[in-house]
């Protein structure tokens, strides 16, 4: 816990800063929710905000090791962080703490643009604080694996896309039936078990990326 703990600050003082890196996120997932809002106005459901909080996960998860293996703190993490699921975890808290929390609590404010109305917003911002840790902890997994390749970007997306399908589609069913009045149970019950999957394997495979990756 000591560990954990010990991380989550450490990166949260990094991000404040460097608040512009921090800030990418979720200036983009509002500038393109006011932007669709604009130019289809207010067609969209809830399923476009999930579209949207994706891409937004994608393009801050590739840079969450990005400023420690440029800085050599990286291998020293690795090496002197014993166990390392904990640092790890704390790592991706703090960066899910600055990317996908504020994107889900500025979600109603998008499904107004998106929708026209806030109608089922507040089980959108749950399934989102559901499944945006669960984004960020596979979306970790493809970052260490390519981290040594100085372009990560690319490739980050097509690696962890296909594990990200099943999340955006529980995700933004569960937001549609809320706006419709149907069960979400069932939608939310299946966010919660690949969220519990999710932080019990994904450090694991994390630390094994990052070690595979710093040997080469």
């Known amino acids: 816990m000591r560990l954990f703990l010990t991380q989550l600050r450490r990166d949260l003082l990094i991000a ?19 932007v669709l809002g ?3 106005g207010s067609e969209l459901g809830p399923g476009a905000i999930w579209v949207l909080a994706l891409f937004a996960n994608v393009l801050a998860v590739e840079g ?8 050599g703190t990286l ?14 975890l704390g790592k991706l808290a703090a960066h899910w703490t600055l990317s996908g929390l ?10 107004l643009m998106l929708q026209g109305s806030t109608a089922g917003a507040s089980i959108l911002v749950v399934t989102l604080l559901i499944g945006t840790p669960t984004l960020t902890l596979l979306g970790a997994i493809g970052a260490a694996l390519t981290i040594a390749t100085g372009r990560s970007g690319l490739l980050v997306a097509i690696l962890v896309m296909p594990f990200y399908v099943p999340v955006l589609i ?14 979400t149970s069932f939608a939310l019950l299946v966010l919660g078990a690949l ?6 394997a994904a450090p694991f495979a ?10 080469h």
Do not use: C, M, W, Y
């Open 195 to 200: 969220l519990a999957a999710s932080v019990t």
């Open 75 to 88: 291998e020293q993490l690795i090496v002197h962080a014993r166990p390392l699921f904990p640092a790890v």
């Open 16 to 34: 404040v800063r460097s608040r512009s890196d921090a800030a990418n996120p979720v200036v983009f997932f509002l500038l393109a929710t006011l």
């Open 170 to 183: 529980f995700g933004a069913s569960a937001s549609a039936a809320a706006t419709t009045g149907d069960p």
């Open 64 to 71: 969450v090791f990005g400023r420690d293996h440029e800085e």
């Open 38 to 40: 604009l130019g289809t």
């Open 102 to 111: 504020p994107i889900a609590i500025l979600s109603p404010l998008g499904a």
């Open 206 to 215: 994390i630390g094994k990326a990052l070690a595979i990756s710093q040997e």
